[in-house]
């Protein structure tokens, strides 16, 4: 089963979806209404709509109750969901354009769908019914692992605002992608950018070189990897550091006081989740989000 309805709630939303739209999944739980209220927000920050999905999981045979009437109950509570988000994103944010799709396959399949023509997808860290048990390991890591667009991770409860982004990048040609992305989060949300270079010294017979060379050297590296984007965002104030630890928990710490983390997705096909972002979607402290190369949001 595919699609089962799309529609847009305005004129605004019509003229709006020829720009790629920001894309939550909601459930009705709290943390999915934690997801919708940061997703509303990244919208107004980035000038695009807002797609609120909702997805019917497969359902097998009920007893007394035959598969049209299930269809139907389904259906019908899915869009109490989808109009109940509605009535929050237009208190906070009423002028928003927004579309709503109500979708019949696995909330994985369905995220990962939308965002072949999203901005970027955002989940609630855990839920219930169409997004369950995201931090034990099905949607959130599925959908940052396999989507066509950034996806963030949002971890539910209050936070102050820190006007901090921090960016997580290593020598591989992935942190263009992190560094872009990271960049021009820091531009909408008028933050500064904290760059976070994490090594680990080489031990038994290839300790070659002392640790203080080791840390000079990372963080030579470090700044040379930046230098373009220092120049291409002058107005981002930018911090470089490069911690003798591991990327995760160097990352996981620093999360503590930023207002979202950011990381690249891992090659270009298959599952792109490499083990620095399933640990920080796992532990961090803040959203997540997971950056694939090519990315519509890599272009700002």
Do not use: N
Request: charged residues 25%.
């Amino acid at each position: 089963m595919g699609r089962l309805r799309r529609e847009p709630l305005s004129r605004e939303g019509l003229v709006a979806e020829e720009l790629s739209p920001v894309v939550v999944g909601v459930d009705g739980s709290d943390p999915s209404r934690v997801a919708l209220r940061w997703a509303a927000e990244e919208a107004v920050r980035r000038g695009r709509p807002l797609r609120i999905m909702h997805a019917l999981e497969p359902w097998g045979e009920v007893p007394f109750y035959p598969v049209p009437m299930m269809t139907e109950i389904l259906q019908q509570a899915g869009g109490a969901i989808l109009e109940q988000a509605i009535g929050e994103v237009r208190g906070w944010e009423p002028g928003l354009p927004v579309t709503t799709a109500l979708v019949a396959e696995p909330a994985s399949v369905a995220l990962r769908r939308q965002a072949e023509e999203a901005y970027e997808v955002v989940v609630g860290h855990r839920g219930r019914g169409g997004f369950a048990s995201l931090l034990l390991g099905s949607v959130s890591l599925h959908t940052a692992g396999y989507a066509d667009a950034p996806v963030v991770v949002v971890r539910d409860g209050d936070r102050p605002v820190r006007r901090r982004i921090v960016v997580g990048i290593d020598l591989s040609e992935h942190a263009a992608t992190a560094l872009r992305y990271a960049f021009d989060a820091a531009v909408v949300r008028e933050a500064s950018l904290r760059v976070i270079y994490a090594w680990c010294p080489p031990e038994g017979p290839y300790a070659v070189m002392e640790v203080g060379e080791l840390a000079q050297v990372a963080h030579r590296e470090a700044h040379d990897i930046v230098a373009p984007w220092r120049d291409r965002y002058p107005q981002v104030a930018v911090a470089e550091d490069c911690p003798r630890d591991h990327p995760v928990k160097a990352l996981v710490a620093a999360s503590a006081d930023a207002d979202l983390i950011v990381v690249a997705a891992r090659g270009h096909t298959g599952l792109r989740l490499g083990s620095v972002s399933h640990g920080l979607i796992h532990h961090a402290r803040c959203p997540v989000a997971v950056v694939p190369s090519g990315a519509k949001g890599e272009a700002g």
